[in-house]
Nanobody, 123 residues
Framework: QVQLVESGGGLVQAGGSLRLSCAAS????????MGWFRQAPGKEREFVGG???????YFSNSLKGRFTISRDNAKNTVSLQMNSLKPEDTAVYYC?????????????????WGQGTQVTVSS
């Protein structure tokens, strides 16, 4: 089992950058595919991107190029670096862990979730 805690959210101006972190408990962190999701007000939660066991990144097609994901298996952390932020990036961002090694993107492929961290981008 994995427990996830996100941090790093906050208020940033459009065009700025923000780095979110997710700290995981548990000895088997390195065996999980990690993902980031976000949920904007009034919208469904959507997939942002993921990182495989071997640190390969994959993203939602609409978010390619501005975001990067990294993981440190020694520290049990995964990070989401967000650049060139836009007001439409405003959302609660969630970290999630999946036992699937097949580039999971759907919510139901992720068994473990953090509580979320708010990101607000002002125009």
């Amino acid at each position: 089992q994995v427990q996830l805690v996100e941090s790093g959210g906050g208020l940033v101006q459009a065009g700025g950058s923000l780095r979110l972190s997710c700290a995981a408990s548990g000895r088997t962190f390195s065996s999980y595919t990690m993902g980031w999701f976000r949920q904007a007000p009034g919208k469904e939660r959507e997939f942002v991107g993921g990182i495989t066991l071997s640190a390969g990144m994959y993203f939602s097609n609409s978010l390619k190029g501005r975001f990067t994901i990294s993981r440190d298996n020694a520290k049990n952390t995964v990070s989401l670096q967000m650049n060139s932020l836009k007001p439409e990036d405003t959302a609660v961002y969630y970290c999630a862990a999946s036992t699937s090694w097949n580039l999971p993107r759907a919510e139901n492929e992720f068994a473990y979730w953090g509580q979320g961290t708010q990101v607000t981008v002002s125009s």
